[in-house]
């Protein structure tokens, strides 16, 4: 559904600002900063607009619900280590820059346009073509989103499709470059292929006769054998959370987090309420007068030419257009109240049931306020007991006992440089992750790195032992020896007997005659494709089911030709039985794909470069580390 939605505007410039919204962070300049104390630093500035931690953490969570919504159901944490956070900063950076390149010229969109264009778009109309509040709301609540965010994002979507439609509309390619494209990518081949299954050839024999030969596959696949270099390192392991458990905070600093964070612990006063539509207010005046009469909320809406009513569910106050926010929660519960406007003609509510907004007690959220304020001054002590430590190396103490004195113990750990411990396996709750990896590759053995800081604390290490790479001896792994010389065997075998085949069916045998006569082939035709292996340019034409190494060696035989095609696990032989121009219809149409997925490029590669440049000179600072903290569990 929310395809459907971003289907909502048809220009293409309107479908490009989807993917703009998804540009590389290569554009912008990203920084880290350090925040210490109660420093409050935005997570992200755009030119004037800065946006906080809290902004972003709302975006993300938006945009993960949507995709739950979805059914791609994905924990936070996946969701951030794919991509989907970086995605949602994107899109406010990228939205701001737009908003901001066409407030500098002026550009603006009218009530008046914002509501035709919502009010004719395919999306809200019912059969007949008519608008359909109805359909409006459910379709808005599917996708978790407010009228009043909707209106206002379609709002910015026509400024910032004016700002654009300058920069790329209209970009037509070269036709000759098109024409020449178009040839080539529109001719298709057909032809039959001779594949050679393993019982083609004999069955290689359960050992080489000569020795020297397993010595050699051995030999030459070494590194397969080979087990890779592991590093004994120790771990001294200091984390905000286990330093919280021992760090006392006293009721009244809970007491102050909890005043200062009310915000966060209040639920919004809301209400039940059911809607109408109308034209016009005087529809809207006839259907409230028959309401007061006796007759119900639906039959006068039906008598007036409205639409609804619809239950419009539990709202508040943030969840409705200005317009409407303040006349519904100010009508009383149990009636229809007046007339209210806004940009989608007149409406009659009526409220069912209203709760009052509630701030949830202190005894509820105690221990969640503890916890962070007791990692927040874990933090700080973290700093000290990183200082101390290292104090205590340099006086001369071992690792151990300087890990002894603020009462850390150590962990020792064995793995490659994939992380994987001995077993395989990759090694669980690695203190630091990849960062700890990187440094037990980087020491000398006996070398103490630097101590390290993380997102969860600071990790120092010790490299203690360092295994080198150590081939198997081939007697331990002579039976997967044996196995990849009869796999390495039936593949020449199969090849060889292909390129016989294959100048037999040169010299003019048929493909068919040398399938009946070659025991454990299969001939099977090969359907007209063009150079992508699909039946035609479009990307909902089928794509046939075959290998690549037939598509490439069918595009570079000539008709009639026969040619041998190496396989990962065998060989065949291709037979090209026919080259198949395009008719002039396909032929136009498939130009008309090619001209447009040119143009789209183009546009797209000039519209980039737009807003490269529009972010270069509005200016965009992104604080990866308050982002990071801000999106951290217990956050």
Same mark, same amino acid.
């Given at each position: 559904?929310?395809?459907?939605?971003?289907?909502?505007?048809?220009?293409?410039?309107?479908?490009?600002?989807?993917?703009?919204?998804?540009?590389?962070?290569?554009?912008?300049?990203?920084?880290? #900063?350090?925040?210490?104390?109660?420093?409050?630093?935005?997570?992200?500035?755009?030119?004037?607009?800065?946006?906080?931690?809290?902004?972003?953490?709302?975006?993300?969570?938006?945009?993960?619900?949507?995709?739950?919504?979805?059914?791609?159901?994905?924990?936070?944490?996946?969701?951030?280590?794919?991509?989907?956070?970086?995605?949602?900063?994107?899109?406010?950076?990228?939205?701001?820059?737009?908003?901001?390149?066409?407030?500098?010229?002026?550009?603006?969109?009218?009530?008046?346009?914002?509501?035709?264009?919502?009010?004719?778009?395919?999306?809200?109309?019912?059969?007949?073509?008519?608008?359909?509040?109805?359909?409006?709301?459910?379709?808005?609540?599917?996708?978790?989103?407010?009228?009043?965010?909707?209106?206002?994002?379609?709002?910015?979507?026509?400024?910032?499709?004016?700002?654009?439609?300058?920069?790329?509309?209209?970009?037509?390619?070269?036709?000759?470059?098109?024409?020449?494209?178009?040839?080539?990518?529109?001719?298709?081949?057909?032809?039959?292929?001779?594949?050679?299954?393993?019982?083609?050839?004999?069955?290689?024999?359960?050992?080489?006769?000569?020795?020297?030969?397993?010595?050699?596959?051995?030999?030459?696949?070494?590194?397969?054998?080979?087990?890779?270099?592991?590093?004994?390192?120790?771990?001294?392991?200091?984390?905000?959370?286990?330093?919280?458990?021992?760090?006392?905070?006293?009721?009244?600093?809970?007491?102050?987090?909890?005043?200062?964070?009310?915000?966060? #612990?209040?639920?919004?006063?809301?209400?039940?309420?059911?809607?109408?539509?109308?034209?016009?207010?005087?529809?809207?005046?006839?259907?409230?007068?028959?309401?007061?009469?006796?007759?119900?909320?639906?039959?006068?809406?039906?008598?007036?030419?409205?639409?609804?009513?619809?239950?419009?569910?539990?709202?508040?106050?943030?969840?409705?257009?200005?317009?409407?926010?303040?006349?519904?929660?100010?009508?009383?519960?149990?009636?229809?109240?007046?007339?209210?406007?806004?940009?989608?003609?007149?409406?009659?509510?009526?409220?069912?049931?209203?709760?009052?907004?509630?701030?949830?007690?202190?005894?509820?959220?105690?221990?969640?306020?503890?916890?962070?304020?007791?990692?927040?001054?874990?933090?700080?002590?973290? #700093?000290?007991?990183?200082?101390?430590?290292?104090?205590?190396?340099?006086?001369?103490?071992?690792?151990?006992?300087?890990?002894?004195?603020?009462?850390?113990?150590?962990?020792?750990?064995?793995?490659?440089?994939?992380?994987?411990?001995?077993?395989?396996?990759?090694?669980?709750?690695?203190?630091?992750?990849?960062?700890?990896?990187?440094?037990?590759?980087?020491?000398?053995?006996?070398?103490?790195?630097?101590?390290?800081?993380?997102?969860?604390?600071?990790?120092?290490?010790?490299?203690?032992?360092?295994?080198?790479?150590?081939?198997?001896?081939?007697?331990?792994?002579?039976?997967?020896?044996?196995?990849?010389?009869?796999?390495?065997?039936?593949?020449?075998?199969?090849?060889?007997?292909?390129?016989?085949?294959?100048?037999?069916?040169?010299?003019?045998?048929?493909?068919?005659?040398?399938?009946?006569?070659?025991?454990?082939?299969?001939?099977?035709?090969?359907?007209?494709?063009?150079?992508?292996?699909?039946?035609?340019?479009?990307?909902?034409?089928?794509?046939?089911?075959?290998?690549?190494?037939?598509?490439?060696?069918?595009?570079?035989?000539?008709?009639?030709?026969?040619?041998?095609?190496?396989?990962?696990?065998?060989?065949?032989?291709?037979?090209?039985?026919?080259?198949?121009?395009?008719?002039?219809?396909?032929?136009?149409?498939?130009?008309?794909?090619?001209?447009?997925?040119?143009?789209?490029?183009?546009?797209?590669?000039?519209?980039?470069?737009?807003?490269?440049?529009?972010?270069?000179?509005?200016?965009?600072?992104?604080?990866?580390?308050?982002?990071?903290?801000?999106?951290?569990?217990?956050?």
């Amino acid at each position: 559904m929310l395809d459907a939605l971003r289907r909502g505007s048809k220009s293409w410039i309107a479908k490009t600002l989807l993917g703009l919204l998804v540009l590389s962070f290569g554009i912008w300049g990203v920084a880290d #900063y350090v925040v210490r104390g109660h420093t409050v630093v935005p997570a992200v500035v755009v030119g004037d607009q800065a946006f906080s931690a809290e902004r972003v953490r709302e975006q993300f969570n938006n945009d993960l619900s949507r995709l739950r919504r979805q059914g791609l159901n994905l924990p936070t944490e996946q969701a951030i280590a794919l991509g989907f956070l970086d995605q949602s900063v994107r899109g406010l950076v990228n939205e701001a820059v737009l908003t901001q390149g066409a407030q500098a010229f002026g550009l603006t969109a009218t009530d008046e346009t914002l509501r035709t264009v919502i009010h004719t778009d395919p999306l809200f109309q019912d059969a007949s073509g008519r608008f359909d509040r109805d359909k409006l709301a459910r379709i808005l609540a599917a996708n978790g989103l407010s009228e009043a965010g909707y209106v206002e994002a379609r709002r910015q979507e026509l400024v910032r499709t004016a700002l654009l439609r300058p920069v790329a509309d209209g970009v037509q390619p070269p036709a000759f470059l098109v024409d020449t494209l178009a040839r080539h990518a529109s001719e298709r081949r057909e032809g039959q292929v001779l594949r050679l299954t393993d019982q083609a050839v004999p069955q290689p024999p359960a050992e080489p006769a000569d020795p020297a030969v397993l010595e050699a596959v051995y030999t030459k696949a070494l590194a397969r054998f080979t087990t890779p270099e592991q590093r004994t390192a120790t771990i001294v392991p200091l984390t905000a959370a286990a330093v919280a458990r021992d760090i006392d905070v006293p009721d009244d600093a809970i007491q102050e987090a909890y005043d200062a964070r009310a915000d966060q #612990y209040m639920t919004a006063a809301s209400r039940a309420v059911s809607q109408s539509l109308f034209p016009s207010r005087e529809a809207a005046q006839q259907a409230l007068a028959a309401i007061r009469a006796g007759q119900s909320l639906a039959d006068a809406t039906r008598a007036q030419g409205g639409t609804g009513p619809v239950d419009m569910g539990t709202v508040t106050r943030e969840t409705l257009p200005a317009p409407l926010a303040e006349p519904l929660f100010a009508q009383a519960v149990g009636i229809v109240g007046e007339p209210v406007e806004d940009d989608f003609g007149w409406h009659l509510f009526l409220v069912s049931a209203d709760t009052p907004e509630s701030l949830r007690p202190l005894s509820e959220v105690r221990a969640e306020i503890r916890a962070s304020l007791a990692e927040d001054r874990a933090l700080e002590a973290l #700093y000290t007991l990183s200082t101390r430590i290292e104090d205590a190396l340099a006086g001369g103490a071992s690792l151990e006992d300087a890990a002894a004195q603020i009462g850390v113990t150590p962990i020792q750990v064995t793995l490659d440089r994939q992380g994987n411990g001995p077993d395989g396996a990759p090694v669980a709750d690695l203190p630091g992750g990849t960062d700890t990896l990187d440094t037990v590759f980087s020491l000398k053995e006996g070398e103490t790195g630097p101590m390290k800081e993380n997102d969860r604390g600071y990790t120092l290490v010790r490299l203690d032992h360092v295994t080198p790479a150590t081939p198997r001896p081939l007697a331990d792994v002579r039976a997967d020896v044996v196995a990849l010389w009869q796999a390495q065997s039936r593949i020449d075998a199969l090849q060889a007997l292909a390129q016989t085949l294959t100048e037999r069916a040169q010299a003019g045998e048929s493909l068919d005659a040398l399938a009946k006569a070659t025991p454990g082939s299969v001939l099977e035709p090969v359907p007209a494709v063009v150079r992508g292996g699909r039946t035609g340019l479009a990307q909902d034409d089928a794509r046939a089911d075959l290998d690549p190494a037939v598509i490439k060696a069918l595009f570079e035989t000539e008709v009639n030709g026969v040619a041998r095609v190496l396989l990962p696990e065998g060989a065949a032989v291709l037979q090209v039985t026919g080259i198949h121009p395009p008719s002039p219809e396909v032929a136009a149409a498939e130009r008309k794909i090619l001209a447009d997925q040119i143009s789209r490029t183009l546009s797209n590669d000039l519209l980039d470069g737009y807003v490269q440049a529009l972010a270069g000179k509005i200016g965009v600072t992104i604080h990866q580390d308050v982002i990071r903290d801000a999106l951290q569990p217990g956050r």
